[in-house]
């Protein structure tokens, strides 16, 4: 079982935006790129790259949701703060 965890997000505010972000994602267009243009987190000023981080480090339903992905997945959860598209990109 992992350790830590690295995630990129990008965060909205709505269900309805997340999923027009999946498809344009599925279509080829840049997480990244999004994440930079679309996201509400600044973390955005990094292509929605969050780092390393451990558990007890981000709210429970986005770490959970972290963990629980396999590395080069995406997955979406809602948290207080709106709708986040996750994608996994390491673990240790």
């Known amino acids: 079982m ?3 965890v690295r995630a990129s997000h990008i965060l909205v505010k709505t269900e309805d935006q997340i999923k027009t ?3 344009r994602i599925e279509k080829g267009e840049s ?3 999004l994440a930079k243009k ?3 987190c600044p973390s955005r000023e990094k292509g929605g790259d969050l780092g ?3 558990r007890g480090e981000m709210i429970k ?3 959970d949701a ?3 992905t396999d590395v080069d997945d995406m997955t979406v959860v809602e948290t207080q703060f ?3 598209l996750i994608k996994v990109t390491g673990k240790i």
Do not use: I, K, N, R
Request: with cysteine.
């Open 52 to 54: 390393y981080f451990v």
């Open 21 to 23: 972000l999946l498809e």
């Open 82 to 84: 709106g709708w986040h």
């Open 2 to 4: 992992a350790s830590e």
């Open 61 to 63: 339903e986005f770490e």
């Open 38 to 40: 679309c996201s509400l």
């Open 31 to 33: 997480f990244e790129d």
């Open 66 to 68: 972290c963990f629980d």
